[in-house]
């Protein structure tokens, strides 16, 4: 399974972006999708994850009300809606693949390369 994200870049504080993530390969066995993010110096924190089977979604509590986490089965992609941004949520953003709906990164086997998201 190959991920490929797309989308991040340069906002100002209150602004919104929407990363993509584009699965390919053999995705039949692929349960549930997830954005993590990682700043320079620490683990990576699960934002927000989808069971791709339905619509179930679970936010991390430092986004919740403010991301919103979708798919498009049809094309295998899986977005990630972040509204309000604060310098806070500056860090590189990575998909993740996996068979168990969780923000836990040991969950997942698939990553993608990571895409930067800077707030000022």
């Known amino acids: 399974v190959q991920l490929v994200e797309s989308g991040g870049g340069s906002v100002q504080a209150g602004g919104s972006l929407r990363l993509s993530c584009v699965a390919s390969g053999y995705v039949d066995d692929i349960m549930c999708m997830a954005w993590f993010r990682q700043e320079p110096g620490t683990g990576r924190e699960g934002v927000a994850t989808i069971y791709t089977g339905g619509e179930d979604t679970y936010y991390a509590d430092s986004v919740k009300g403010r991301a919103i986490i979708s798919q498009d089965n049809a094309t295998n992609t899986v977005y990630l809606q972040l509204n309000t941004l604060k310098p806070e949520d500056t860090a590189t953003y990575y998909c993740?693949?996996?068979?168990?709906?969780?923000?836990?990164?040991?969950?997942?086997?698939?990553w993608g390369q990571g895409t930067q998201v800077t707030v000022s």
């Open positions: 993740a693949a996996g068979t168990l709906p969780s923000l836990n990164s040991a969950h997942f086997d698939y």
